[in-house]
């Protein structure tokens, strides 16, 4: 095998909530995107970048591929698409602890519009299942295509297999030196990375539709004048209607309060310092459905 440099683009595919934000941070070993338990989590091609002897991986993290119902959803779905045409190894998802379904079946055939990348299969999730419902597993997915570069089964939670994984995802890779400088694990920018540790915050513990109708807008990043160890930081939580910014502030404001101590824990490291965050929910009706809130939004 050739001791050349190689370099490259994956992204992971697969159904919302395969996993797949959850892989992107344990393969980078640091939190670039975030995740929750609710679907259509990632809203951005968000790139995270590992760095290993033989080469370099550039991870584009990308939303779910869903049947979209609203203009984001369509937007969501078509960035997804772009994402798929421009990388060098698209890596299929499906989780251990769930049978392939028609969603899978349909992701996995769509793949053959994307020619020019390799095709690998992951079963992720095995810390979540048995012996035999990974072996099922490994064997559903390996049916679903015969071009396959590899089947991998491995768990973002214990780390098992994500040697292999990136092992075998660089040896596909072109040859070529690294795209990114050693020792940057994103090219998001620190209001993007903000904007989502307060979006994760908020998302925590909201029910049914409301996580959809959830976007964060930072709205300034400075640093506290004669004190160099505090930054404030003020942002906007935008929801589509006003019983939604009852849910988000909470009784007698509690619930807000709570978004902003979990998110100020995130944010502090990201800044490194102090930070005073200040939160503010504002109503943008339907933003998700008009094309003009979207643009202000960043979509």
Not at 153 to 171: K, R
Not at 203 to 232: F, N
Request: contains cysteine; proline residues 5%.
């Amino acid at each position: 095998m050739s001791d050349a440099q190689r370099s490259g683009f994956v992204t992971f595919v697969g159904r919302p909530n395969v996993g797949k934000s959850t892989l992107m941070n344990a393969l980078v070993g640091e939190k670039v995107a975030i995740t929750s338990e609710k679907p259509q989590t990632t809203r951005r091609a968000i790139r995270g970048i590992l760095n290993r002897p033989e080469g370099q991986l550039v991870v584009v993290d990308t939303p779910g591929v869903h049947r979209p119902r609203t203009l984001l959803g369509q937007r969501l779905n078509d960035l997804v698409e772009s994402v798929l045409g421009d990388v060098d190894v698209i890596a299929f998802c499906a989780p251990a602890n769930e049978k392939v379904g028609p969603g899978d079946r349909r992701i996995a055939e769509s793949l053959t519009g994307y020619p020019r990348a390799k095709k690998v299969a992951l079963v992720t999730k095995t810390d979540a299942a048995s012996r035999d419902q990974v072996m099922e597993r490994l064997m559903e997915v390996d049916a679903l295509r015969d071009d396959w570069a590899a089947v991998i089964p491995l768990s973002s939670e214990t780390g098992d297999q994500l040697d292999v994984l990136a092992g075998e995802v660089l040896a596909l890779m072109p040859e070529g030196p690294a795209l990114y400088p050693e020792g940057v694990v994103t090219d998001e920018s620190i209001e993007d990375r903000v904007a989502e540790a307060i979006r994760e915050a908020a998302l925590e513990g909201v029910r049914d539709e409301l996580p959809h109708s959830i976007a964060v807008q930072v709205q300034e990043i400075a640093g506290r004048d004669g004190d160099p160890d505090l930054t404030d930081v003020f942002a906007d939580i935008v929801v589509e209607r006003d019983s939604q910014k009852a849910i988000i502030i909470g009784r007698k404001g509690a619930r807000l309060k709570d978004v902003g101590s979990r998110a100020r824990a995130e944010v502090e490291p990201l800044i490194g310092t102090r930070v005073f965050l200040s939160l503010h929910v504002r109503v943008a009706k339907e933003w998700q459905r008009d094309p003009k809130h979207l643009g202000r939004l960043g979509f």
